[in-house]
């Protein structure tokens, strides 16, 4: 198996024999077949063996061990090119008019390791929350997840009670429609000349409650009436300065640039569904739900919480859901592991790709121990060992006992 995009077995064995330690290699199309054999649910096994292996590693200093937050995210191959036919279940559309194989992941983001956990194939007619389950069914034996982010595709009653099943929290932005609640709120607000609003769900159990909380995605006029919440809009929407994310620069985001790049995703369509009197426009408004305990709905009108102190806690939630982002910034870098291939054969490409999440996961392993041996100390999630460094050493050690 080559370590390189340009290694693979279609290339002929003549370059992998000469980048090896082994004296003999099996052909192309024998390594395609060998592979090809291991269905999802044993690839998946190794995938999450191996994983189980590195945070037993990290958590030796002091890593993976508190409760961690985690996204959920599709992600795409190559565009297929191939003759379709008996991967109808398999090969997907996009938005982009190309077909693809899609696997869907569930990724530790944050400021700790960003360690794949666990990944599966999409499939044609799958649900969402089909996808969630058979994520959450084992990662949550692995470490202790406390909120499991996702993008609006995954706003479903389906996915809110998975998660709810598997006692982890969620957040997510939701889907307005015309004739939703949440327009009639949307409506609401701003007849009351509210900017930002949370909404609680009654609930008879004792699962956490669910609360909608609704943000501007932009401020109010200097005419307003209330200065102390001027004053804090203005306050967070300063830039955020942090350590980088998953690798790549922050270069400081401001609230309402992140509200702004969540609403893009569907603004046109959203502009056209007002709400119903006709007048407010809901693509003003951007709307997360979550059940996380630290989101109240008591907000400054109750008398039992500031203005500043209701802001900064809807802004502190939200400020999490940009975390979400490193799960698709470790997909590009994932590109880096990843074999080319024009095999049709699913399982074959599925392999390719968790073994590119395998070498992924080591590669920031050995970041995190490169840092603490330099350092004495993590200081940045920023790597110190880039991808290329990596697999430079790494090839030199693949077929052999790994070293001390």
Sequence with gaps: MGMREDMYARSGPASFLLDTTRERIPTGSTHR????????????????????????????????????????????????????????????????????????????????????????????????????????????????????????????????EICEEY?????????????????????????????????EEESDTSIPTRKQLYLPNRSRSDDDEDDNLSDVWQEICGEWVGDDIDGEPSDGMSFSRLLADIQREEAVEQRKRNAQNGEIDTATTVVFETNHPYVTALDADDGRMDAKAFIHMIERMIHRYRHRWGIENGFKKQQHFMVRTTSTERNYRFFNFAFACVLYNVWRLVDLLVKLAVDGEQRTYKPLVDANQFLTVAKQCYGLDPPD
């Design 33 to 160: 077949y060998q592979i090809g054999k291991h269905s999802v649910a044993d690839i998946r096994s190794m995938l999450r063996t191996t994983t189980r292996l590195l945070i037993a590693r990290a958590r030796q200093h002091g890593e993976l061990t508190g409760e961690l937050w985690a996204a959920i995210d599709v992600t795409k191959g190559v565009p297929f090119t191939g003759d379709s036919e008996g991967h109808e279940d398999d090969i997907l559309g996009y938005k982009d008019g190309n077909d693809y194989y899609q696997w869907a992941v569930l990724k530790i983001v944050g400021m700790d390791v960003p360690l794949v956990l666990d990944a599966i194939p999409r499939e044609r007619g799958q649900s969402k929350d089909e996808i969630v389950e058979k994520l959450l069914e084992h990662t949550t034996e692995m470490v202790n997840l406390d909120l499991i982010m996702m993008d609006r595709e995954f706003d479903s009653e389906g996915v809110k």
């Design 167 to 199: 006692d982890v929290y969620y957040l997510n932005p939701t889907r307005l429609f015309m004739d939703s609640d949440e327009a009639e709120i949307i409506a609401w607000m701003y007849h009351n000349g509210k900017r930002f609003h949370v909404t």
